[in-house]
């Protein structure tokens, strides 16, 4: 099985990874005590994804609170995958936010500034 | 003057060739010094060739080590952005939070956790001035409640806060005790005037009439008051000023009494 997840706690997210689809989901919130330690399988799994398979990458992403060392890891993992996509990999993005919470879609919009890949931010 | 190394070349070749100079020493030992003239050059070739790799070999080092460099340094400005903005956030939250904590929602009156706080931070620097405390309950409410809907109900206390509000004004604070009750903390430095504001208060909220369609709803408030007085704590200001409303309200209210 080529499939990963991590449980969700009270400060880390629910990371799932679909192999067959090539999709990563995260959802919840994100400041764990020791990031690169609990998100070091995640971005594995993607550098895998993108090194052993040519299918596209998406990752669904309905994060709110990230603290710094959190921000770093996010940050590596999407200049890794705009590094695959100057390439030629079909990469992708998408942030999903509350409209009730304008502050999510401010602070993914950061995120998204560096990335030429499709990053889509979007209120639901 | 430059030599012209292409024509000293073919001078040289052009001797070593002829053959009437063939068995000549002087041919004999050009021969072997353009030999040893030749590999030299050729060695020379090879270290230019060589410490050029070389120095591109560090070009691309330092051009990859800078590339990394830049690379942190975005990613750190980033980071450091994006905390901020969290930072900022959480901020807001925090004051959005303890103003939701401190302040009652229908009224947007303080609620009995900001009172209390405010009326213990009264308490202990009252010394100076004067401080009084009044318990404001309005008369039969549940009747309101019950004749016009809770939406009249709570219209209705909206509208006595204000007034009450506008009444108290900057002599002293007013809060929402809980239910239909009102807390009023004043600082006046006399009794008397704190006794005449809530009399005041009083007869302005008898006044007033509440319109519903064609409805009038009429109300009025039953106030309890007591000044402090030595030896006091919170509890036994609190529970006189509980206790002269208590009084107001078994004589038939709409009056003040003085605890």
């Known amino acids: ?124 | 003057m430059k030599t012209d190394f292409a024509e000293l070349e073919k001078n040289i070749q052009d001797i070593l060739a002829a053959p009437e100079y063939q068995d000549h020493p002087a041919s004999k030992a050009l021969s072997q010094l353009w030999e040893v003239n030749q590999e030299q050059w050729s060695r020379m070739d090879r270290l230019t060739r060589l410490s050029d790799s070389y120095q591109d070999v560090m070009i691309q080092q330092g051009k990859s080590l800078s590339e990394r460099f830049d690379k942190h340094v975005r990613q750190l400005e980033k980071m450091t952005r994006i905390s901020d903005r969290y930072q900022r956030s959480l901020r807001q939250l925090n004051i959005e939070l303890e103003k939701t904590s401190l302040v009652d929602p229908l009224t947007e009156l303080p609620n009995r956790r900001m009172i209390m706080k405010r009326l213990s931070q009264v308490f202990d620097g009252q010394q100076e001035e004067g401080l009084s405390v009044a318990m404001i309950d309005i008369d039969y409410f549940k009747k309101v409640n019950d004749e016009f809907g809770h939406q009249v109900g709570d219209e209705v206390l909206i509208a006595l806060g204000r007034l009450m509000e506008s009444v108290v004004g900057d002599h002293g604070v007013i809060g929402r005790w809980g239910g239909e009750e009102f807390l009023v903390i004043l600082t006046n430095p006399k009794f008397e005037d704190a006794v005449a504001l809530l009399e005041s208060l009083r007869s302005k909220v008898s006044a007033y009439t509440h319109q519903i369609d064609d409805k009038t709803v009429l109300t009025s408030v039953s106030i309890g008051i007591t000044e402090y007085q030595d030896k006091d704590t919170v509890d036994s200001l609190l529970s006189r000023a509980d206790s002269a409303l208590y009084s107001v309200k078994s004589k038939g209210r709409n009056s003040l009494a003085v605890g």
């Open chain 1, 1 to 124: 099985m080529n499939d990963l997840l991590i449980e969700g706690t009270a400060s880390s997210p629910t990371v799932r990874g679909e192999w067959k689809s090539g999709t990563l989901y995260m959802e919840g919130d994100s400041y764990p005590e020791n990031s690169y330690e609990l998100y070091g399988p995640m971005v594995a799994w993607v550098e895998r994804y993108l090194k052993e398979r040519s299918e596209p990458l998406t990752l669904e992403l309905t994060l709110l609170y990230l603290n710094t060392s959190s921000i770093k890891v996010m940050m590596d993992m999407f200049d890794e995958m705009e590094e695959r996509f100057q390439e030629g990999r079909q990469v992708a993005v998408n942030w999903y936010f509350d409209e009730e919470n304008e502050r999510v879609a401010e602070l993914a919009e950061e995120f998204k500034e560096d990335c030429t890949f499709p990053f889509k931010i979007i209120g639901k």
